[in-house]
């Protein structure tokens, strides 16, 4: 297939002609309704005695000689031989004490601040995959170019909120420099918070270097106003690797957030039955909670997570099942519990953009808002179980994400709204087309879509008879078509630059750092 640029493909008549894709203003989303309840007071405590049980019978197995200092100061029970250490439920009471049950990211915009906790829900960009798709360009290997093209989406696309660790990798690039470009193109693409990439200490600071420097603040000032966040990845089952420990080391003692989430599949990370793997779930979960505040007491944390199942038939991951909705919500209830703000995902495994992506998406999307999720990670653009971050999925997810966000806005319910003089004024058998209270609303009164096709079938195929991912493809071209670059002053971007030209040559000088 041709493409006349890199990863943004061609231009179609959509893109050309200057009319801009209708969608919802940027906005701070809160889910008004009570968050769902799975499990009762007693099986939550059955959940939580047996997840104490793994943290003080069991133990989490760590590579970091630091964190074992850290837990053995703390009067935790280390095993150094082992590399385990073993924690009783005073250390986590201890901790939950000091971790504030909500935060505000601030990025260079301040507008764009989002809040994490309370019953606020913020939705992230794709992160992680290895691979990147469209429907003109095929499936291919990531790339800086396609990072690019997806950090002006998360801007152009007011539902997205927050830009996750890493949209795509950019493989061509050396993997020990790589997200100083992707940091670059996050802070001069959009305006957005984003999550550091926190393998090793040197890469989350960059990180917390980089925001300071497009805020023009000190990384001091930063503490008391945090602008990036993490990812801490547990391999699952109780394994907490020396990378991951260096980069909460380095985020906790600069005051910036950090999200514990294990990578629970049921099946093969854990147990094959979902009480079982809550319980692991929550442990894992808590450690990490635990050693952020042995490094900082009061540094922002997130209670994370990502359990789901496998095939059984072939070991594949599954996501959007209902195993996975289940845990999204009573994942919730853990978070509430312990008072932390709580982040989830709604991923789904399917290999291209279909009904497949899109029902499972729906699913984990519903038991993520039921659950009273704070930050939906992944929500835009996922797909292939995480493997490839997709320019048409993206464009599927905004569409959920907004008719999710409409869904969440409260109904408005003033004495017009409940409109009997309007019923009065239309005889009985007549309609409602013509009515002032019609007239005065049409234009508002619901939710229009940015991809959705509501036209009946003869209008459709005089329209071309474009499908949902036809009409996809050409909305992300007009996105890209319509970006427009966020303003930066000349004076930061100069000292942005220069500051990674400088981290170029210092890991030229040592791989390692």
Partial sequence: MSQDRRGGGRRSKLGRSGGGIAQLPWQSVKNPYPPMQLLDDDRMEQLHKTSMRILSEL??????????????AAGAIVDREEKTIRIDESLV?????????SFTLTSRNPEKQVHLGDNSLVFGLVAGPPNVHDRINGRRQGNLPDY??????????NAI????????APMELPANERHLDTYHANL????????????GRARAMDGINMMAIARGISVEEMRASPGVTTIISINSPRLFDDAMAEGLIAMAEHGQPVTVTPFTLMGAMTPVTLAAA??????EALFGVVL????????????????SNVDMKSGAPAFGTPENAKANIIAGQLARRYNLPYRTSNANASNVVDLQAAYETEMATWGAVLGGANLIYHAAGWLEGGLTASYEKLVLDVEILQNMMEFLRPLPFQEDDLGFEAIKSVPAGGHFFGAEHTMS?????????????????????????????????????QALHDYEEPVMDPAIREELDAYVARRREEIAANPEG
């Fill in 59 to 72: 133990g989490i197995r760590v590579m970091s000689e630091k964190v074992m200092d850290l837990f053995a």
């Fill in 188 to 199: 001069t693409l959009s305006d957005l918070s984003f999550h550091c990439t926190a393998i």
């Fill in 161 to 168: 909120h927050i830009i996750g660790n890493q949209v795509v």
């Fill in 292 to 307: 952020t505040q042995l490094v900082n007491p009061g540094t922002p944390v997130m209670y994370g997570a990502f359990t």
């Fill in 148 to 157: 690019q093209n997806f950090i002006r989406l998360a801007h152009h696309f």
């Fill in 93 to 101: 009471t201890e901790a939950l004490r000091a971790v504030p049950s």
């Fill in 278 to 283: 809550l319980c692991q779930q929550n442990a």
């Fill in 441 to 477: 609303r049409y234009t508002t009164a619901f939710y229009q879509p940015m991809l959705s096709n509501w036209q009946n079938h003869g209008a459709w195929e005089e329209a071309g008879g474009k499908d949902a991912l036809e009409r996809a493809t050409e909305l992300w071209q």
